[in-house]
């Protein structure tokens, strides 16, 4: 079955060198604890057989190792290994209890005087034992806990400079460690501690914690730069309203200017209308009285002419002299009394306040007249609303201050 190249992995050396070698976390759990037994009890060597799969993807080998069985026996001569049939044996008999399909695909071996480089006797028992191209044989040193990883290509065992270590569930690596528990030493309670787990789940932490602070930081990025355009749409727009209300402010001022400019036109008007309400009854008075004098004149004159042509011929002269005198007495009265109606009399116009305006008055005369001087003409105009003090005429009723 082909698997996925894992994500979560740590790096572990130069991986340049091909094939490219993945082991299991709880593989790697499993050397360690290999090792600090060997450090504990250094008589003899301790080894196991590893289990794994071998993948091709895109041209590049790929060597997945998930699995570790310790050897029952691992003998050592001189710088010669020595496996028995009765080591594989049990070896296969394990593979297949824990790891079904997996296959053995190489070796682990920890000692301290372990040679730096695998010799022929080494190299001969690997392709004696693990015949396929790629299979592994790696050697632990216990004191400076450092493992060294061989591939067998090219006819030889060639060193592999670095390995990936990648974090997954394993229960067939984990139900095996469990079991094994008395013979390897290493763990003295009932559970095995879940390293592999809790080594994921700290990674994953850790990716957690810095995705969401690479979220955070995105997201106080784009709230300042929103608030930005938020200020700047703010800014223009109370900057179109600020030209918009200055305009109306402007209209709204032309528009009661024009108003104020009427209404003044208007209060004008009805000021000096209020001022002369019989003005033009008194120019029809004095046309009326004009006319009613010159009837009377006329009058007068036809009754001397008959009176002159019948004095001394007609007996009843004395009565037409008498009467024409009677008629020329009331002539006489009806002309003073309309006089007296159309112009009030120099004496009295103006003791109740108002002066009504004569014929040959002008402010002026009229201050002069009602004060002896013509300091008041301004005063005058003022209580009268007049703008101009040439505008007045005959009959005007002017209010005095």
């Known amino acids: 079955m082909e698997r996925q190249i894992p994500k979560n992995v740590r790096q572990i050396g130069n991986v340049s060198d091909s094939p490219k070698i993945y082991v299991e976390d709880y593989v ?11 450090r504990d009890d250094p008589q003899k060597p301790l080894g196991a057989f590893l289990i794994g799969d071998f993948q091709t993807y895109e041209g590049e080998d790929y060597v997945y190792i998930y699995g570790a069985i310790q050897m029952q026996e691992l003998r ?5 290994y020595l496996i028995d049939d009765e080591t594989w044996k049990r070896a296969y008999e394990e593979c297949k209890q824990f790891f079904e399909e ?31 191209k790629n299979t592994v044989f790696i050697i632990c040193d216990p004191q400076e806990k450092e493992e060294t ?43 095995v501690e879940d390293k592999a787990a809790q080594n994921f789940r700290d990674l994953a932490r850790k990716q957690g914690r810095r995705t969401r602070q690479k979220h955070q930081g995105n997201f106080v990025y784009a709230m300042s730069v929103g608030l930005v355009l938020v200020l700047v749409i703010m800014g223009v727009a109370m900057l179109n309203n600020f030209n918009k209300i200055r305009k109306a402010q402007n209209q709204i001022e032309e528009v009661a200017g024009t108003i104020n400019t009427v209404k003044d036109a208007g209060n004008s008007g009805n000021s000096n209308e209020s001022n002369d309400p019989n003005g033009g009854q008194a120019d029809d008075s004095e046309k009326g009285t004009a006319d009613e004098n010159t009837g ?20 009843n002269g004395t009565d037409g002299t008498a009467s024409a005198n009677s008629s020329q007495a009331k002539n006489s009265q009806s002309d003073e009394v309309v006089e007296a109606s159309a112009v009030p009399s120099s004496s009295t116009n103006g003791s109740d306040g108002v002066y009504v305006v004569e014929k040959g008055d002008t402010l002026a005369i009229i201050s002069k007249k009602m004060y002896g001087d013509v300091t008041h003409i301004d005063a005058i105009c003022r209580m009268n609303g007049l703008s101009n003090g040439n505008l007045i005429y005959i009959g005007q009723k002017l209010l005095l201050p």
């Open 102 to 132: 997996g296959e053995l695909i190489g070796w682990f071996v920890v000692r301290d005087d372990a040679e730096k480089a695998p010799g022929n006797s080494t190299v001969k028992l690997h392709k004696k034992s693990f015949p396929k």
């Open 296 to 315: 009377a004149e006329k009058s007068n004159s036809v009754s001397d002419k008959k009176a002159e042509g019948d004095d001394g011929t007609s007996k």
């Open 76 to 80: 050592v001569s001189g710088m010669e």
């Open 28 to 38: 790697d759990t499993f050397f360690a604890q290999l090792s600090d037994k060997y």
């Open 149 to 191: 990883y061989y591939v067998h290509k090219m006819n030889d065992l060639m060193e592999i400079g670095g390995h990936y270590t990648y974090y997954e569930k394993n229960p067939c690596m984990q139900d095996y460690m469990i079991s094994s528990r008395k013979k390897n030493g290493a763990v003295q309670t009932e559970v």
